[in-house]
């Protein structure tokens, strides 16, 4: 073997043993190679690496500065190679490693995770994906359409009658508003049975196969249960917030717990400096997530067409061993943006309309209809 050769695999072989991570760094310029090196060094073993005395651990374990760019005035983007052993394989210790101290830095910003396989095929990603939501609700070359049932402090009863509306006018997904949880005037168990008796009513008059994303919330143990009682209560999806809950929690759901796709909520996610991109397209997905709401541009929310695009991208990019997940743009979106929105993302989204439908009163059922058709068009 030439030397060449030797090297290539020594490469490919340290490759699979580390990940990367790539972070917008504000530093002068004569001061950013001595903040790389602080960050590789606070990701990995926190500590002087000079008063490590086993020559493995400085080998194996601890960061290496890969690279650093210049990224607009003041600003660098450093890339941080990781070991994937001290992730553990597991899912809140990845995002440790990646950005756990470095996070309490306020001038510091994760971009970028890039995976070995090995990291990867550890989580799995979506168990359903694209492709299982939509043999879920009968919905192929066509984007999707999808709707929320609020304000919460309705009753269950009201709650229902509203997502029989919704169903008989053809939406894909009925989910619960993030807000709607387990409270006094809408009982988990007791909201659950009517709103999916209600929907599976209506898809037996309509003879379609709308889905209710039921949202799961509180500890651990309680998630687990809800979990259970919306499979046997006949939910054909859940909505889940990664974000309040937990990431390990997400994985563990997807692993352990689930039958049904996972529609992920981005409430709190905008507390962390993390690159919508990154969290709520790749990690999201890699962790399980089906499909992941996220805030489109124009609406409620400041993100911009490229963030919105980076997000989409993500959740459909192509990661060996991983299916595809949905994104569903949402946040403010109305009847009249459905062409907009389809030129923008293509047939692979579902697209979420919530409040603009039952703002309008009395005409709520055809403009449930109405966003229906211009999907389906």
Same mark, same amino acid.
């Given at each position: 073997?030439?030397?060449?050769?030797?090297?290539? +695999?020594?490469?490919?072989?340290?490759?699979?043993?580390?990940?990367?991570?790539?972070?917008?760094?504000?530093?002068?310029?004569?001061?950013?190679?001595?903040?790389?090196?602080?960050?590789?060094?606070?990701?990995?073993?926190?500590?002087?690496?000079?008063?490590? +005395?086993?020559?493995?651990?400085?080998?194996?374990?601890?960061?290496?500065?890969?690279?650093?760019?210049?990224?607009?005035?003041? *600003?660098?983007?450093?890339?941080?190679?990781?070991?994937?052993?001290?992730?553990?394989?597991?899912?809140?210790? #990845?995002?440790?490693?990646?950005?756990?101290?470095?996070?309490?830095?306020?001038?510091?910003?994760? #971009?970028?995770?890039? #995976?070995?396989?090995?990291?990867?095929?550890? &989580?799995?990603?979506?168990?359903?994906?694209?492709?299982?939501?939509?043999?879920?609700?009968?919905?192929?070359?066509?984007?999707?359409?999808?709707?929320?049932?609020?304000?919460?402090?309705?009753?269950?009863?009201?709650?229902?009658?509203?997502?029989?509306?919704?169903?008989?006018?053809?939406?894909?997904?009925?989910?619960?508003?993030?807000?709607?949880?387990?409270?006094?005037?809408?009982?988990?168990?007791?909201?659950?049975?009517?709103?999916?008796?209600?929907?599976?009513?209506?898809? +037996? %008059?309509?003879?379609?196969?709308?889905?209710?994303?039921?949202?799961?919330?509180?500890?651990?143990?309680?998630? $687990?249960?809800?979990?259970?009682?919306?499979?046997?209560?006949?939910?054909?999806? $859940? #909505?889940?917030?990664?974000?309040?809950?937990?990431?390990?929690?997400? *994985?563990?759901?997807?692993?352990? *717990?689930?039958? $049904?796709?996972?529609?992920?909520?981005?409430?709190?996610?905008?507390?962390?400096?993390?690159?919508?991109?990154?969290?709520?397209?790749?990690?999201? +997905?890699?962790?399980?997530?089906?499909?992941?709401?996220?805030?489109? *541009?124009?609406?409620?929310?400041?993100?911009?067409?490229?963030?919105?695009?980076?997000?989409?991208?993500?959740?459909?990019?192509?990661?060996?061993?991983?299916?595809?997940?949905?994104?569903?743009?949402?946040?403010?979106?109305?009847?009249?943006?459905?062409?907009?929105?389809? %030129? &923008?993302?293509?047939?692979?989204?579902?697209?979420?309309?919530?409040?603009?439908?039952?703002?309008?009163?009395?005409?709520?059922?055809?403009?449930?209809?109405?966003?229906?058709?211009? $999907?389906?068009?």
């Amino acid at each position: 073997m030439d030397k060449a050769e030797t090297s290539a +695999r020594k490469l490919s072989a340290d490759a699979a043993r580390r990940f990367t991570a790539t972070y917008r760094v504000a530093s002068a310029a004569a001061d950013i190679e001595k903040r790389a090196r602080a960050i590789a060094t606070e990701q990995s073993v926190e500590m002087p690496v000079e008063a490590i +005395r086993d020559a493995q651990i400085v080998e194996d374990i601890v960061g290496r500065v890969e690279s650093i760019d210049a990224d607009g005035p003041g *600003h660098f983007r450093v890339r941080i190679g990781l070991a994937v052993e001290t992730t553990g394989l597991e899912a809140g210790q #990845l995002l440790n490693m990646a950005f756990g101290n470095t996070s309490l830095q306020p001038d510091v910003e994760l #971009l970028k995770v890039d #995976l070995p396989d090995r990291l990867v095929g550890a &989580f799995g990603g979506p168990r359903f994906g694209i492709e299982g939501i939509r043999t879920l609700v009968g919905a192929f070359g066509r984007a999707l359409t999808c709707t929320a049932l609020k304000p919460q402090g309705l009753a269950p009863e009201a709650l229902a009658k509203l997502a029989a509306t919704f169903a008989r006018a053809g939406i894909d997904v009925i989910k619960d508003d993030h807000g709607i949880a387990d409270q006094s005037y809408a009982p988990f168990a007791a909201r659950v049975g009517a709103v999916q008796r209600a929907v599976t009513a209506a898809n +037996r %008059e309509t003879g379609g196969r709308t889905a209710y994303a039921p949202t799961i919330s509180g500890s651990p143990s309680t998630i $687990v249960r809800q979990a259970r009682i919306a499979h046997e209560e006949g939910a054909g999806m $859940v #909505l889940f917030a990664p974000m309040l809950a937990g990431i390990p929690v997400l *994985h563990e759901l997807v692993r352990d *717990h689930l039958k $049904v796709p996972v529609l992920a909520h981005p409430a709190f996610a905008g507390a962390l400096r993390i690159a919508p991109s990154l969290l709520l397209g790749k990690m999201f +997905r890699i962790f399980g997530a089906d499909a992941v709401i996220f805030p489109n *541009h124009g609406g409620r929310f400041s993100y911009s067409p490229a963030t919105c695009r980076g997000i989409a991208n993500c959740l459909r990019a192509d990661i060996r061993g991983t299916r595809a997940a949905l994104p569903v743009p949402a946040g403010g979106m109305s009847v009249e943006r459905v062409a907009e929105m389809l %030129e &923008f993302y293509g047939e692979d989204a579902m697209l979420l309309i919530g409040g603009a439908l039952l703002a309008a009163g009395d005409r709520m059922p055809a403009a449930c209809r109405e966003f229906v058709a211009k $999907v389906r068009q």
